[in-house]
């Protein structure tokens, strides 16, 4: 069991690109979860899968935001157009159904 | 909508010490709850939980919690902390199946052990 990992670990863009992470779960774990954390305060929610099926997505997730989860694996996180308010730790998380959450160490992005 | 609440932002503390991080919890439902531990630049680490059963729950590393479901309460405590345990913790609540088993996170508390 190697653990959730997240890729890139360091991500510094310019305002207005894009940029992508990518986070590989637990290989059993169906589902998959996004969090995105700012200084000094507790990660929040942004959206959730079910093997591909995106079941849910936060308010905070905004129309630059989106995440896929192609043959149920690996997920993706997109953000079109950064802005300097995007700057925060994106935390990915797995579980089973029901099951307890382990996180991966996170990409911490920057917007310059 | 459920809602945590970390009482004290930052707990300074000496070796051997004991430790007490409190939090708070608001749902409308039954609740899972976790404690959760960041080091610096690193993702979170799950300390313990809560499903069901016994209200007093024993962790990793000697941290132990306790649900008040009375009080919606589920504090963390340790007898004797060590420098190692020096990092911000968090308080989680699930709703479980209700919320698709989204976690609702304090603001954490950073516990800073003195030597």
Known sequence: DTG???DPRHKITKRGQNVTFRCDPISEHNRLYWYRQTLGQGPEFLTYFQNEAQLE?????????????????????????????????YLCASSLVGGVQYFGPGTRLTVT | AQS?????SQVPVFEEAPVELR????SS??????WYVQYPNQGL???LKYLSGSTLVKGINGFEAEFNKSQTSFHLRKPSVHISDTAEY???VSEGETSGSRLTFGEGTQLTVNP
């Open chain 2, 45 to 47: 680490q799950l300390l």
């Open chain 2, 4 to 8: 945590v609440t970390q009482l004290d």
């Open chain 2, 90 to 92: 968090f308080c989680a």
């Open chain 2, 23 to 26: 939090c708070n919890y608001s």
């Open chain 1, 4 to 6: 959730v990992s997240q």
């Open chain 2, 29 to 34: 439902v039954s609740v899972y709850l976790f």
């Open chain 1, 57 to 89: 997505k936060s308010r905070l997730l905004s129309d630059r935001f989106s995440a896929e989860r192609p043959k149920g694996s690996f997920s993706t996180l997109e953000i079109q157009r950064t802005e300097q308010g995007d700057s925060a730790m």
